[in-house]
């Protein structure tokens, strides 16, 4: 059911890296099919072939993995989105208190992930350098899907990214995060004319968020009105994975939670909402 559109088509080339995604060679055959221009004719024309992987195969998982491993080491099956929610919430408070534990950092961590992963969260974030997830939330290898662009906009290869955590890694919990002060968010509320003087590839980025600001308040001001519209951003991009989960009526992306959150850089603190 799922190879009838252009987004469709490219959750099935996922599928086709399934098997080698857990040894490694998937980050490169997944990189390679998102990078490819997905709005393009190129990629309409190729959609259902994804180029061929280039990464050489790693060591095998036994040759990696020490003798004993410990216990906090080891892969953990599914967690529920309440659960997930609750662990990004402690780790968020003990980073913001600048408490962090760094778990899930050693090599027998790494090396438990050669067999496999389940990150029990996605995070759809900005590619801010100063927001990043895994610090954020306090989180190690193997624990959180972070997918990140300009402005957390949640584009067909986003979806299809989503699409592959909840369907074939058990992660039951999408979280999209805006944070305050974001930069793409506030270009994209400059006049049409400030942003023409920006890349083509960039204008096309900042027009779709501001579609997606269209029936948000704009506050007089400035600082406010960035505010409002960070997290008017996330509340519609919660919206349309919302919709195209009951679109696809898909049961194992329905059961997935969808929850909006907006970071703030001065207090660490991640504010998150439904
Ligand atoms: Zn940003």
Known sequence: MYCTTIEDSHVCSLRRVVGRWNVGVGV???????????????FHAHATEPPAATATEPAAATELAPETEKPHAMVSAAVSATDALDRLAEGNKRFAAEASMHDHESMSRRSALMKGQHPFAVIVGCADSRVPPELIFDQGFGDLFVIRNA??????????????????????????????????????LESAETRSHEPMELQAVLKMIEVTLSDHKHPADPKERVSAAVRANVVAAVKRLRYLAAEHADPELMKAKFVG??????????????
């Not at 979806?159 to 955590?165: G, H, K, L, N, W």
């Open 151 to 188: 402005g957390n906009l949640v584009a067909t290869d986003v979806t299809a990214s989503i699409e592959y955590a909840v369907r074939h890694l058990d992660t039951q919990l999408v979280v999209v995060m805006g944070h305050e002060g974001c930069g793409a968010i506030t270009a994209a």
């Open 261 to 274: 959150a907006v970071y703030n850089m001065k207090s660490g603190t991640v504010d998150f909402f439904e």
């Open 28 to 42: 490169a055959a997944f990189t390679a099919v998102l990078v490819a221009p997905l709005m393009s004719t190129e």
